[in-house]
């Protein structure tokens, strides 16, 4: 049974940094992506990054690019969102989603970020 642990999520003011983690477990294959989601209240879920296993080919969404870093460690199962000079647009719930095929995929229970000063 795959499973995904975020954390390092909290409270930060505008222009802080956070950094959350996704500890994997439990798979025993390879995964297509890995990356991270959030859902902001009364919002849609909506995709942030994410980086696939074969190449570590990397994806941003526009309105975090230069300013969040994705990054994975292969040994340690868990990849990792840095996120600098957050917004308050930031705001959200934060979840991990592991993609093994397009029928197949885990989601972590998130984190919370609230950013406001």
């Known amino acids: 049974q795959v499973q995904l642990v975020e954390s390092g999520g909290g409270l930060v003011q505008p222009g802080g940094s956070l950094r959350l983690s996704c500890a994997a477990s439990g798979f025993t294959l390879d995964y297509y992506a890995i990356g991270w989601f959030r859902q902001a209240p009364g919002k849609e879920r909506e995709g942030v990054s994410c980086?696939?296993?074969?190449?570590?080919?990397?994806y941003y969404a526009d309105f975090v690019k230069g300013r969040f870093t994705i990054s994975r460690d292969n040994a340690e199962n868990t990849v990792s969102l840095q996120m600098n000079d957050l917004k308050p647009e930031d705001t959200a719930v934060y979840y991990c989603k592991m993609v093994v095929t397009t029928a197949e995929y885990y989601w972590g229970q998130g984190t919370q970020v609230t950013v406001s000063s």
């Open positions: 980086i696939r296993w074969s190449d570590g080919n990397t």
